[in-house]
């Protein structure tokens, strides 16, 4: 085959530095998600979805053949972090946990992924993070230990 072609497709998961909220103003949240959106066109990965609620983002997107997950998730963070501290004085403290989550999903759950992501803040209203993050990693049969998944 001539051409290298792919389509892979990733929900992203990650937390405001031990779970502050610092996305607690609504039009700062929808901000923070546009611009992460934006980061992820730029790196030519197609932005499917952002959401999330204060202390955290959700992501899916398709990840290009060129750039590795660590990389695309290291200027997420790095770019976003850098531009909301910009955005007022609340925010000089911003950062984003040093952890994330990712998981691969299929062609045909993107649809209930992205009705996952909209959902958030219904959603939170009965589950907290942690344990939002406790089902994916076991639903996608990853081992871990409490004492080193969260900062």
């Not at 923070?32 to 980061?39: D, E, F, P, S």
């Not at 932005?47 to 992501?59: E, I, R």
């Not at 993070?129 to 871990?144: A, G, H, K, T």
């Amino acid at each position: 085959m001539s051409q290298s072609l792919a389509k892979i497709l990733l929900h992203a998961v990650f937390s405001t530095k031990d779970r502050f909220p610092f996305l607690q103003n609504t039009a700062v949240r929808e901000e923070m998600h546009a611009y992460l959106g934006g980061i992820l066109e730029n790196l030519d990965c197609h932005a499917l979805a952002v959401g999330g609620v204060s202390d955290h983002v959700h992501l899916l997107f398709s990840l290009t053949r060129v750039e590795t997950v660590a990389d695309v998730i290291k200027e997420l963070k790095r770019s976003s972090s850098a531009w909301v501290k910009t955005k007022s004085p609340a925010m000089k403290k911003f950062a984003w946990q040093s952890g994330y989550g990712v998981f691969s999903i299929g062609f045909s759950q993107v649809k209930s992924v992205q009705a996952y992501i909209a959902g958030q803040e219904r959603r939170h209203r009965k589950i907290s993070f942690q344990d939002e993050m406790r089902e994916f990693l076991r639903r996608y049969e990853i081992d871990f230990d409490e004492r080193y998944v969260w900062d």
